[in-house]
């Protein structure tokens, strides 16, 4: 089992940040996974430092996610259970970049224009905001 450690960035437009997977094509909320000593938090601002170019700060929970679309089968073919942990901000700085190899593209998007191409795994915490969802989702 691994956990992922997600952010959920939006713009001054009320827009979020997607990006595009290299592997599969797909639109995903950017982060990655959580490395052994690592908070949930630190694991974030590191994942989006490193595949975004950003530093973000005020993260706020958005959502705990699990269940049956957290069986990720990478193109590999490794197979991983995910716990994801998504947070949630507007205070983002630097320049975004996509030179990570693992990125494609960054976008933002707003509510009603969110791609049908996202990774599967990351569809549930992606489609509660564009529902504007401000709660704390525990699945």
Known sequence: MTVGCGVLIENEKGEVLLQKRSDTGEWCVPGGALEPGETYIEAATRELSEEVGIKVSDLKLFGLYSGDDREIHYPNGDVVYSLSVIFI????????????????????FDKNSIPKELFYADARPILDWAKGKKEITVE
């Open 89 to 108: 901000t507007k205070s983002f700085t630097g320049e975004i970049s996509n030179s990570d190899s693992e990125v494609l593209d960054h976008r933002f």
